[in-house]
């Protein structure tokens, strides 16, 4: 098994996080939880392990659905939102759905403590920006 991968699934047994996972052929290892937001809202995320442990990427999908006549001020919405988050980046994927993404190098010896994080980071910045989100949806 992905050691990097392994660290975090242990860190999400200890807090009794459900989560799901897909061990790849090539040794990369997908993970997804479903968490709900302070506001009630689920979020799907997806986390990818390389195959060498050493590189993260979260995912979250289907944050909204954008019709193409808010596309324009969705657009606009979402350059304000990664102008004032670092880290956390949205946009509006081939579906037309916000989806969000933050990518990290980690090591084994990090991965459970540096996952974690950015999965907190992920969570609390959706937590700010669920409203200005939906007001554009609207």
Known sequence: ???????????????????MENPQPDGSHYVAVELAGNNGTLY?????????????RIRIFQLGKVENDRIRPMLRTLNEI????AWLRFYIDSDSDIAAAMDAVITPGTASRVCWEMLRRAF????????KLDSVLK
């Open 124 to 131: 609390s910045v959706l937590d700010e920006v669920q409203k």
């Open 82 to 85: 990664n102008e004032m988050y």
């Open 44 to 56: 799907n995320v997806v986390m990818v392990f390389s195959a060498d442990g050493m590189e993260f």
């Open 1 to 19: 098994m992905n050691q990097s991968a392994e660290a975090f699934i242990e860190r999400l047994q200890r807090h009794d996080i459900k989560y």
